[in-house]
């Protein structure tokens, strides 16, 4: 029996031998792949913290574009419906300037003149409330951002110059909601 367990003690000896040498050369080459480990994993955190800093710069640049697109629909909602009202004043406007200056006096009439000219300043007041304003153009040069010109005047003065409204130009805060149609001076010939 003793020679079974030398038969039997040798291989185990002999398999601890070859563990221990490997154990013995595990440790450099398990330093290196624990490194390589190591280094892998602080680039993927690296990666993360990066991935991390890109999605709340989105978020943040997301949330001021909202922020401002609902700015924008609370000052500008009313474009549309202003335009159409813009219609209604220009029409009122006139109806006062077709009024001759008789019938301006006359008892019977100045009651009504008195109220259309009333409710012409009462669409005034409603428009600045809202941010709406008449575009300048007498005397002031040409802005194709802002007036549309309709013909062209001879006039003694520098050319380009506004000296005629057609049609009133209106803004709502700072767009153009309808461009002034006007007429510009030209040299004469």
Not at 32 to 55: F, G, H, P, R
Not at 102 to 108: A, F, G, N, S
């Amino acid at each position: 029996m003793s020679d079974e367990n030398k038969v039997n003690e040798s291989p185990v000896a002999e398999e601890i031998t070859v563990n221990e040498a490997d154990e013995a050369a595990l440790p450099n080459d398990g330093a290196s792949d624990m490194e390589t480990k190591i280094a892998a994993l602080e680039q993927e955190l690296e990666n993360a913290k990066q991935d991390v800093l890109y999605a709340h710069a989105d978020t943040q640049n997301l949330r001021r574009r909202m922020e401002k697109e609902l700015a924008d629909a609370r000052n500008y909602a009313a474009t549309s419906f202003a335009r159409d009202v813009l219609s209604v004043a220009d029409n009122l406007g006139r109806a006062l300037e077709a009024i001759p200056a008789d019938l301006r006096d006359d008892e019977k009439m100045k009651g009504l003149v008195t109220g259309l000219e009333a409710t012409g300043r009462e669409l005034e007041n409603i428009f600045g409330r809202n941010g709406i304003e008449k575009v300048e153009t007498i005397g002031q040069p040409l802005d194709p951002n802002f007036h549309q010109a309709m013909m062209e005047i001879p006039h003694d003065g520098e050319p380009g110059v506004i000296v005629q409204e057609i049609q009133a130009g209106y803004k709502i805060k700072d767009r153009l909601l309808r461009p002034a149609l006007v007429g510009v001076s030209k040299k004469p010939d």
